[in-house]
């Protein structure tokens, strides 16, 4: 059984998988954030073109992308992806703070990481086994060409323009370890095992207190979405009252850069949390860019106040008792539906305790969309954090043994 589960590609785990959307390296973050807001995905990819040529039809394509309208790659490398929370972190930086509308003309490229190795790209044929190596070792997306199976004329007109008719899917920790849990009985008695017992607890994890600026969060922001996990938010007594994360703020609007520069992470949790922030940690968000002279970001609420949209995605259930500021937006193709599963406040953490099972583990995660779990003693405190890397980790070392 366990060589059946050897023998698997990762071609076989992209079945079904859509497209990627995706925008030339070229392209200015404003561009980005209007693909982000239209797109069901946290991410988009990003690539760079040795052609000139190719350049041209990405950027002339990106219109069409709500159409499906897909683009086949020929001599282009993914060189990275952006999410939202690329945008607002570039956002809270000093300089950006006093005309956000000026950096948002910025060039995608000072987004996206250094890290090469994020975002990798494999055959088709690569092995389930390799591609968890390449997890392990610190990738985030296995970008991998799938061949097409659309006929329709615009797909063969576009065929006759490209050498290649293939287009990319990729990967991610969750479709790897959601992939794997299906044949969860490879790996027994491993997943009954305590989470303590396997060491899959790491003590080491960002956090921040719940009276501290949330400004002050920033750099751990920017390292969770690096390492695909979240900055608990502490008392004083280092009990877990909640989190920031990045995947909740994937999901808001530009804005959110506003909140973080002035509340603490106690009020910017109430700020991001389902059913919106009240009336009040508005007006504070509002005075105290004020009061800093930060007219920019000022404007930038405004602006978007008065298009009617709204700072961070929701479930429709919490989008219909939503009150008019709330921070949560319908987006044109309701990104809010993969989040649907996570029906809790978005600032409360997902907890297990040392005793939990490997098991428990991954479908508590799964269940909740996140790469991980935080582990809370008997009184909530903090003790660690659980991923989805060093979950594979242990997987991987079962399958080699």
Not at 48 to 65: P, Y
Not at 262 to 286: A, F, N, Q
Not at 295 to 323: A, I, K, T
Not at 339 to 354: F, G, K, L
Request: hydrophobic residues 35%.
């Amino acid at each position: 059984m366990a060589n059946n589960l050897v023998a698997y590609e990762v071609s076989d785990l992209c079945l079904g998988k859509p497209s990627l959307r995706s925008l030339s390296i070229s392209s200015t973050i404003s561009e980005a954030l209007s693909e982000l807001k239209q797109s069901e995905d946290n991410y988009l990819s990003v690539w760079n073109c040795i052609d000139q040529h190719h350049h041209h039809h990405i950027k002339k394509d990106q219109s069409n992308l709500s159409n499906n309208k897909i683009i086949t790659f020929e001599n282009c490398q993914c060189v990275g992806k952006i999410s939202m929370v690329d945008i607002i972190c570039f956002l809270c930086k000093e300089e950006n703070l006093d005309s956000p509308s000026s950096a948002l003309k910025s060039p995608i490229s000072v987004l996206i990481s250094t890290d090469s190795g994020l975002v990798q790209h494999v055959e088709p044929h690569t092995s389930l086994i390799d591609a968890i190596d390449l997890i392990v070792e610190g990738a985030q997306n296995l970008i991998v060409p799938i061949q097409s199976n659309f006929n329709s004329r615009k797909k063969q007109q576009q065929k006759s323009s490209f050498k290649t008719s293939h287009e990319f899917c990729w990967l991610t920790q969750e479709d790897i370890i959601r992939f794997l849990l299906s044949s969860i009985g490879v790996f027994s008695p491993l997943p009954a095992y305590s989470i303590e017992s396997l060491n899959l607890i790491t003590t080491e994890c960002l956090a921040i207190g719940y009276d501290e600026p949330a400004s002050s969060a920033i750099d751990s922001i920017t390292l969770a979405l690096k390492q695909q996990t979240s900055v608990a938010v502490v008392d004083n007594e280092g009990k877990l009252i909640g989190e920031i994360s990045p995947f909740t703020l994937a999901r808001c609007e530009e804005t959110v850069a506003a909140a973080i520069t002035t509340l603490s992470s106690g009020d910017l949790m109430t700020y991001i949390d389902c059913g919106g922030p009240p009336e009040d940690i508005v007006r504070l968000v509002k005075s105290r860019l004020k009061s800093r002279n930060l007219e920019g970001m000022l404007s930038l609420m405004e602006e978007l106040n008065l298009s009617g949209s709204f700072s961070c995605s929701s479930s429709d259930e919490e989008l219909s008792s939503s009150s008019p500021t709330a921070p949560f937006r319908r987006s044109r193709h309701s990104r809010s539906r993969s989040y649907s599963a996570r029906m809790i406040r978005r600032s409360e953490a997902i907890i297990c305790n040392q005793g939990s099972s490997l098991v428990a583990v991954m479908i508590q995660a799964l269940t909740h969309r996140v790469n991980y779990v935080w582990v809370t003693e008997d009184d909530n405190t903090l003790a660690g954090i659980v991923t989805f890397s060093d979950i594979l980790s242990v997987l991987r070392e079962h399958l080699q043994s």
